[in-house]
C-alpha cells in the first residue's frame, strides 16, 4: 500500500516537472518567436527608411538638376537672346531706313523667331521650377498650369477646390502634390485620348487629396502592374508619394475614362508661406 502511495507520489511529481519543462519549451519558443518578429520588424523598418531616404535623395537630386538647367537657361541662354533681341532691333532701323520689302520681311521674321524663342525658354524655365508655387501657393501654381495647357490645345481642363483658400502646406508636400497633378495630366494628354480633364483638390481635417479625371479611353493599373508594365509615370508618383506617407487610388468612373486620387496627411506650416523653392540665384563663391 506504502509502495502505491509512493509510485503515485512519484508519477504526481514526474507530471507536474514534465508540465513545467513544457511550459517552459512553449515560453521559450514563445518568447524566441516574439524577439525574432521584433527583429524582423525592425529589419524591415530599417529597409523602409532606407529605400524611403534613397528615393528621397532621388527625387531631390532630380529637382536640384531641373533648378540648374532652369538656372542656366535663364541666366545664360536668356540674356544671350534677349541680346540677340536688342541687336536685331537695332538692325532692323538700319533695315528701315534703306529700300527694300525683302530685307525687311527677313528682319521681321527673325524678330519674331527670337521672341518666340524668348517665350519658349521661358515656359521650361518656369516649368522646371515652378516659382508661383512657391510665392503663391499650389492652387495658383495649377491654374497657371492649366492656363498655359488650355493655350496651346484645344482641351477642356477645369479646377476645383472644397476651399476657397487653400492652406499652405511644407515645402515638399506641395511639391509632390504639383508633380504628381503634371504626371497625371500629361499622361492623360499623352495616352488617354481624351477631350476633358477635371483636376480638383480635396482638403480635410487630416489629408490633402489631388483628383484627376479624365473623359479618354481609361485603364487598369492593376493589370499593368501584374504584367510588369507599369511606365516611370505610375512608379513615380507612388515613389514621391512613399517619401511624405501619401497614398494613390485609381477608378474607373461610371461614364467612362479614368480618375486618380493621391492624398498626403496635412502638414501644418508656421507662417503663411513654406520653405523657399531657391528661385534662380547664384551662390556668392568666396575669392
Same mark, same amino acid.
Given at each position: 500500500?506504502?509502495?502505491?502511495?509512493?509510485?503515485?507520489?512519484?508519477?504526481?511529481?514526474?507530471?507536474?516537472?514534465?508540465?513545467?519543462?513544457?511550459? +517552459?519549451?512553449?515560453?521559450?519558443?514563445?518568447?524566441?518567436?516574439?524577439? &525574432? +518578429?521584433?527583429?524582423?520588424?525592425?529589419?524591415?523598418?530599417?529597409?523602409?527608411?532606407?529605400?524611403?531616404?534613397?528615393?528621397?535623395?532621388?527625387?531631390?537630386?532630380?529637382?536640384?538638376?531641373? &533648378?540648374?538647367?532652369?538656372?542656366?537657361?535663364?541666366?545664360?541662354?536668356?540674356?544671350?537672346?534677349?541680346?540677340?533681341?536688342?541687336?536685331?532691333?537695332?538692325?532692323?532701323?538700319?533695315?528701315?531706313?534703306?529700300?527694300?520689302?525683302?530685307?525687311?520681311?527677313?528682319?521681321?521674321?527673325?524678330?519674331?523667331?527670337?521672341?518666340?524663342?524668348?517665350?519658349?525658354?521661358?515656359?521650361?524655365?518656369?516649368?522646371?521650377?515652378?516659382?508661383?508655387?512657391?510665392?503663391?501657393?499650389?492652387?495658383?501654381?495649377?491654374?497657371? #498650369?492649366?492656363?498655359?495647357?488650355?493655350?496651346?490645345?484645344?482641351?477642356?481642363?477645369? +479646377?476645383?477646390?472644397?476651399?476657397?483658400? #487653400?492652406?499652405?502646406?511644407?515645402?515638399?508636400?506641395?511639391?509632390?502634390?504639383?508633380?504628381?497633378?503634371?504626371?497625371?495630366?500629361?499622361?492623360?494628354?499623352?495616352?488617354?485620348?481624351?477631350?476633358?480633364?477635371?483636376?480638383?483638390?480635396?482638403?480635410?481635417?487630416?489629408?490633402?487629396?489631388?483628383?484627376?479625371?479624365?473623359?479618354?479611353?481609361? +485603364?487598369?493599373?492593376?493589370?499593368?502592374?501584374?504584367?510588369?508594365?507599369?511606365?516611370?509615370?505610375?512608379?513615380?508618383?507612388?515613389?514621391?508619394?512613399?517619401?511624405?506617407?501619401?497614398?494613390?487610388?485609381?477608378?474607373?468612373?461610371?461614364?467612362?475614362?479614368?480618375?486618380?486620387? @493621391?492624398?498626403?496627411?496635412?502638414?501644418?506650416?508656421?507662417?503663411?508661406?513654406?520653405?523657399?523653392?531657391?528661385?534662380? &540665384? &547664384?551662390?556668392?563663391?568666396? @575669392?
Amino acid at each position: 500500500m506504502q509502495n502505491t502511495e509512493e509510485l503515485k507520489y512519484a508519477l504526481l511529481i514526474a507530471s507536474i516537472a514534465m508540465l513545467m519543462m513544457a511550459f +517552459f519549451v512553449i515560453s521559450f519558443v514563445m518568447y524566441y518567436q516574439k524577439r &525574432r +518578429f521584433e527583429e524582423e520588424k525592425k529589419i524591415n523598418e530599417i529597409e523602409k527608411n532606407y529605400n524611403r531616404m534613397l528615393l528621397d535623395t532621388a527625387l531631390n537630386s532630380e529637382e536640384t538638376e531641373r &533648378r540648374r538647367i532652369a538656372q542656366d537657361l535663364h541666366d545664360d541662354i536668356g540674356t544671350m537672346l534677349s541680346l540677340t533681341k536688342l541687336s536685331l532691333n537695332q538692325l532692323s532701323k538700319m533695315v528701315g531706313t534703306m529700300e527694300g520689302d525683302k530685307e525687311e520681311q527677313i528682319m521681321r521674321k527673325s524678330q519674331s523667331l527670337v521672341e518666340e524663342t524668348i517665350l519658349h525658354v521661358r515656359r521650361i524655365t518656369r516649368d522646371l521650377v515652378p516659382t508661383t508655387l512657391e510665392r503663391f501657393g499650389l492652387m495658383e501654381a495649377i491654374e497657371e #498650369f492649366i492656363h498655359k495647357l488650355e493655350e496651346d490645345s484645344n482641351l477642356v481642363i477645369t +479646377f476645383q477646390s472644397n476651399t476657397e483658400e #487653400f492652406p499652405r502646406q511644407g515645402q515638399k508636400q506641395e511639391l509632390t502634390l504639383y508633380r504628381i497633378m503634371q504626371e497625371l495630366v500629361n499622361n492623360a494628354i499623352k495616352h488617354a485620348s481624351c477631350t476633358r480633364i477635371e483636376i480638383s483638390l480635396e482638403v480635410n481635417e487630416k489629408t490633402v487629396g489631388l483628383r484627376v479625371t479624365d473623359n479618354g479611353v481609361g +485603364f487598369n493599373p492593376e493589370k499593368i502592374k501584374e504584367n510588369n508594365l507599369a511606365g516611370l509615370g505610375l512608379l513615380g508618383i507612388e515613389s514621391r508619394l512613399a517619401i511624405v506617407n501619401g497614398t494613390v487610388q485609381y477608378e474607373k468612373p461610371e461614364n467612362g475614362g479614368s480618375s486618380a486620387l @493621391a492624398e498626403i496627411p496635412i502638414v501644418a506650416v508656421s507662417n503663411s508661406k513654406p520653405e523657399p523653392l531657391h528661385p534662380f &540665384r &547664384r551662390e556668392r563663391v568666396n @575669392a
